[in-house]
């Protein structure tokens, strides 16, 4: 039985598909994983990940790495918050988040996270993502008390990142950083949120 606690898979063309991947990835199998990267290529012409399939194992990672589209389509996304109640009642422990495409469904079970990573701009975001307007998405990320630093990139290579200076709260002040920590601007979490427009 493997000892893995990190894991990077690259897929490509034709396989594996999903349910070789849960079955790949199995729990029981890989009872010590704690960080997994996919990189899920050729994206548009795959089904994507059944997120409530891989639940078991994504619930108990801490770090989560998905490059590429990691679930079905905008019709998969509108059933999202029907299958949530169904997974079970246990948070997700993820601390370190570093996805593509965002949705804030799956955002509510993370209620752990320390690092939010994203593209910007959030071109494939769907609309129904952000219901609500400006609060509702502001309160959303704050019943995430342990968040300290989103990062919006444009590249994998160029990124925004906004570190969290004092405790959580919509007016609370947040310092922009760079790689090179060049200009530091500081937002507020409503100036951040409202980045996602």
Not at 11 to 30: K, Q, Y
Not at 145 to 167: A, K, M
Not at 174 to 197: A, H, Q, R
């Amino acid at each position: 039985m493997p000892n893995l606690t990190r894991l990077w898979l690259i897929i490509a063309g034709d396989g594996p598909t999903c349910e070789e991947l849960v079955s790949m990835l199995n729990p029981l199998n890989l009872l010590n994983l704690r960080a997994l990267v996919l990189d899920l290529l050729d994206t548009w012409t795959r089904p994507g990940l059944n997120i409530k399939r891989l639940y078991p194992i994504l619930s108990r990672l801490e770090e989560l790495e998905i490059h590429g589209v990691w679930f079905y389509g905008p019709g998969d996304l509108n059933q999202a918050d029907e299958l949530l109640p169904a997974w079970s009642g246990e948070p997700w422990r993820i601390k370190r988040l570093t996805v593509d495409w965002v949705h804030l469904v799956f955002l509510d079970k993370c209620l752990a996270l320390e690092h939010l990573s994203a593209v910007y701009p959030f071109s494939a975001l769907v609309e129904s993502d952000w219901s609500g307007g400006l609060q509702a998405r502001i309160s959303r990320i704050l019943q995430m008390s342990h968040l300290t630093t989103i990062t919006f990139r444009t590249s994998r290579y160029g990124r925004d990142e906004y570190r969290i200076q004092g405790p959580m709260g919509p007016d609370v002040v947040w310092e922009k950083t760079t790689l090179f920590g060049l200009g530091m601007p500081v937002l507020s979490l409503s100036e951040i949120v409202d980045l996602l427009d």
